[in-house]
C-alpha cells in the first residue's frame, strides 16, 4: 500500500472488521466499518489523511500488537 503512515490493511466484509498495520509495526482492528468506509480508503488519494479523519478517531477498535 502506498502510504506514509499505513503498511497495509485487511478487511473482514461479514463481520465488519477493518484491520490497519501502521509502518511503525502496531496493529489495529475497527469494528463495525462499512464496506463503504473501506472502500473509500483504498480509493483515497491520502491514505493516512482518510485513516485519520474517517476512521482512527470514529471506530472503537482494538491494538493487537506491536
Given at each position: 500500500m502506498s502510504s506514509?503512515?499505513?503498511h497495509?490493511?485487511?478487511y473482514d466484509a461479514a463481520a465488519?472488521?477493518?484491520?490497519v498495520e501502521l509502518?511503525?509495526?502496531h496493529v489495529y482492528q475497527y469494528r463495525d466499518v462499512s464496506p463503504f468506509i473501506y472502500e473509500g480508503?483504498?480509493?483515497?488519494?491520502s491514505k493516512?489523511?482518510?485513516?485519520?479523519?474517517?476512521i482512527a478517531s470514529r471506530f472503537s477498535f482494538e491494538q493487537l500488537h506491536h
Amino acid at each position: 500500500m502506498s502510504s506514509s503512515l499505513i503498511h497495509s490493511v485487511g478487511y473482514d466484509a461479514a463481520a465488519r472488521v477493518l484491520e490497519v498495520e501502521l509502518l511503525e509495526g502496531h496493529v489495529y482492528q475497527y469494528r463495525d466499518v462499512s464496506p463503504f468506509i473501506y472502500e473509500g480508503l483504498l480509493a483515497a488519494k491520502s491514505k493516512g489523511a482518510f485513516f485519520n479523519k474517517r476512521i482512527a478517531s470514529r471506530f472503537s477498535f482494538e491494538q493487537l500488537h506491536h
